[in-house]
Every structure is written in C-alpha cells, then in structure tokens.
C-alpha cells in the first residue's frame, strides 16, 4: 500500500514538473520575462537618481544650489520612470518577434511602438501650473500614460501588435519583392510594407471606435478595467505572498520562481515601485507597502528561499562536513543573492524537509516586515536597486537610508536561522540513513 502511494506521488509530481516546465517555455511568457530582464538596468539607474536627488545631495546642497542639481535626477527620471511604458511594448515585440524566430524582429519593434501611440488618447484633460480648472489639450503625450500607469497596456499591445504583425506576414501574397540587387534593408522594409499598413490600420480602426463610440481609448479601459483590479489583488499581502510562495514552490522542484513572479507579479510590483520613487522624488506621501524592492529585500535575503539564514545555521550548527562543503561554496555568490549553489547543491531540490522553511521562511519574513510598515516602524521602499544587493546594504538603501530596515531585515535572517535549523537537521538524518550509515 505503501509503495503504491508512493508510486502514485511520484508520478504526480513527474507530471506537475512537466506541465509547469511547459508553462516556463511559453513562448509569451519567456518573452515578458526577457522583455522585462532588459528594462530593469533603466529602473535600476532610476533608483540611483532618486536617491542621489533625495539623499546625497541634500547633505551637500541646500536652496537654489540644491534645486540646480536635483534637474541631474530629475532629467533621468523623464527618460526612464516617466516613459516605462513606452519602453516595455516594444522590448516585448523585440523579444516575442525573436523567440518566435521571427526574420525582421525590428519591423515589430516599431510595429508595437507605432500601435501603442495610436491607441493613445486623442484629447487630454490637464490642470494649468497655479490653475483650478481643467483644460483639454488635443496632440500631446503624457507621462502618465506613457509611464507607470501605461505599463500593463503597453504589455498587452506589445503583445498583441506582434503576433498580429507576424501572422499577417506569414501571408506571401502580401510579400513585396524588389528582388537581389536591392541592399537587405530595404529589401526587408518592404516585404513588410503591406504588413506594416495592415496592423497599423486595424489599431487605428479600433482607437476610432473606442473614440467615436464609448469615448475612451485603450490606455485608459486597460488600466480601468483590468490593470488596476489586478493590482489591488495582486499586490495585496495576501496575493503577493501566495503568489511568491507559489514560486518558491515551484524552485523545489527544479522550475524557477521566476514562471510565477515575473509575470502575474513582476509588473504590477513594478508599477508600485515606480508610483512610490516618483512620489518619494516630489517629496510627497509613499503610496504603497509592496513592490519589486520591498519583497525581495525582506523575503529574498541571500536569495530565494532567504537562504543566506540556511548558511549561517549551517555554518553554526551542521556536523556534515558535505553540507559544509556547499555552504562555503555557495557563501560568497548568496551575499549577492545569487543562491543556485545550494539549492542544487545541497540540494534544496526535491528535499522535502528544506522544502518546508524554503517557502515559508520568505512568506515570514514579507509579512513581519508588512507589519513594521505599517506600524511606522520603518520608512516604506523608495529606490530601486541591484537584485545583487547584499543583505544589510539592500535594507538601508532601499528605504533611502532608514538603519531601522536594517534592524528588521536582520531580525528575520536571525529567525530564519533558527527557523531553517531543525528541518536541516532532519535533511541530515534523512541522508545519513539513505546513505546507509547510523547516527
């Protein structure tokens, strides 16, 4: 009965690990994961000038000096915080058209910028500088929606663009061929004319109607009616820890979390992340607890799993000399955060003890931190910064130099230590019996 029942769980498992495998190489879904992975370098410099404006500066500076130089921030923010949008549509047309293997990845680039200024509103309300009454202004962009509040539509029409473009330029008959003595870029420009005038056309159809019909525009039903109910979800504590410890899960069994987070959380911590540093630079109140800084500062210390706690207790406590081998492997690339070592090492794979700690150690340490924010016992998360951020350093520049992050963050890599530590001591007993040898 028993080997049946361990037949049946063995079986479950091969086929849950399949299945989710074939979630991670979907197409869509690893071309979000790209897209975002080459934006982050933009958000990241977006933290430094955040910080730099609001932190370093004004220890040196003060009045009209300290305006002069805070334009250095300022002038980064517009071009990165402020155009978020506009810069992750095309970055996910870049990455669907190339993991599509699709010959002119570029024509799609432009394609999804072209389709998400079309879908733009047509006419803006907008408040005056010392005014009270609103103005319609025709012909302009807005940072509002071309920035954080744009980013989940600039997702979807990268998207969409793209696999519309492509399909339609699978047709041959739509091909223009000027034939081979004319140089390849133009020769590519034009086998994708019709394409291009098609897709483009159909976005505009639709932006009329959306116009002339409900008098709306894309942007705003996207955000209305779908980026801001997720969100609310989304990155609630509830949803966020669920979500992330769904992930964590996942890593045990050899699926990065990254399946998970990157796309149903990812991009709505990213657009908290992006409200708090704007309003953080405009000195103004920090809307939000959780984003892309917070979570990973306070439930991925030393990595996923926060298994910089699982080294210490390691260090402090283990009398295998292998499980010791790995944790001084594994040490110096965890105090940045960078912890397949051990959990392939160790392993934490397919380890059911280390399994347990591994997912709800992270959940621990979000909510406990949740709590200190919400209390005012530490300041909210306002710079972006490196994911290879060690542990202490991440806590106090995150919150733009709050020492009290860094006692709390501290707090829960202590707790883990011992929280990690009896599941680690059955691991042990577990390996030392399969390996055949008496305690």
């Given at each position: ?353 280390l399994m347990i700690p591994f997912v709800l150690l992270p959940a621990i340490g979000i909510f406990f931190a949740w709590v200190c924010t919400t209390l005012g016992l530490i300041s909210r998360c306002v710079v972006m910064i490196p994911w290879t951020t060690p ?49």
């Amino acid at each position: 009965m028993s080997d049946n029942v361990t037949s049946n769980m063995q079986s479950f498992t091969d086929r849950f690990v399949e299945f989710s495998a074939r979630i991670a190489n979907q197409v869509h879904l690893r071309s979000l994961r790209d897209a975002f992975a080459g934006v982050m370098p933009i958000f990241i410099l977006a933290g430094l000038a955040v910080l730099v404006n609001n932190v370093v500066f004004p220890w040196i500076f003060e009045g009209d000096t300290l305006v002069r130089f805070k334009v250095w921030g300022e002038a980064i923010i517009n071009g990165t915080l402020n155009i978020a949008a506009l810069l992750i549509a095309p970055m996910i047309a870049w990455s669907l058209a190339r993991n599509k293997n699709f010959g002119n990845p570029v024509s799609a680039v432009v394609i999804a910028l072209c389709s998400f200024i079309i879908m733009m509103p047509m006419q803006v309300d907008m408040v005056p500088v010392g005014g009270k009454v609103a103005v319609s202004l025709t012909s302009i962009l807005t940072f509002a929606n071309i920035g954080s509040t744009g980013i989940f539509a600039g997702v979807i029409i990268g998207l969409l663009s793209t696999e519309i473009f492509i399909r339609i330029a699978q047709f041959k008959r739509l091909e223009i061929n000027l034939g081979e003595n004319v140089p390849p870029a133009v020769s590519q420009s034009f086998s994708s004319l019709l394409p291009t005038i098609i897709t483009l056309s159909l976005f505009a159809v639709f932006a009329a109607l959306l116009n002339n019909l409900l008098h709306t525009d894309l942007i705003h039903l996207i955000t209305t009616l779908i980026q801001q109910p997720l969100r609310l979800i989304n990155t609630s504590l509830p949803g966020t820890i669920f979500i992330y410890s769904f992930g964590n899960f996942l890593f045990t069994l050899g699926i990065h979390q990254s399946v998970v987070n990157s796309v149903v959380l990812e991009p709505f911590l990213l657009i908290n992340t992006n409200e708090n540093m704007l309003a953080y630079a405009a000195g103004q109140p920090i809307p939000h607890i959780i984003n892309n800084i917070f979570v990973p500062t306070f439930g991925m210390v030393g990595g996923t799993g926060s298994t910089i706690s699982l080294l210490i207790a390691i260090f402090l406590f283990s009398r295998q000399k292998a499980s010791k081998q790995v944790a001084r492997l594994a040490i110096t690339p965890g105090l940045f955060n960078i912890n397949e070592p051990v959990i392939f090492g160790l392993p934490i794979v397919f380890n059911v003890p280390l399994m347990i700690p591994f997912v709800l150690l992270p959940a621990i340490g979000i909510f406990f931190a949740w709590v200190c924010t919400t209390l005012g016992l530490i300041s909210r998360c306002v710079v972006m910064i490196p994911w290879t951020t060690p542990p202490v350093l991440s806590a106090w520049l995150a919150t733009a130099g709050d020492w009290r992050a860094v006692v709390v963050q501290l707090i829960i890599i202590v707790f883990g230590v011992f929280f990690y530590l009896p599941f680690l001591k059955i691991s042990e007993r577990v390996a030392l019996r399969n390996n055949g040898i008496n305690e």
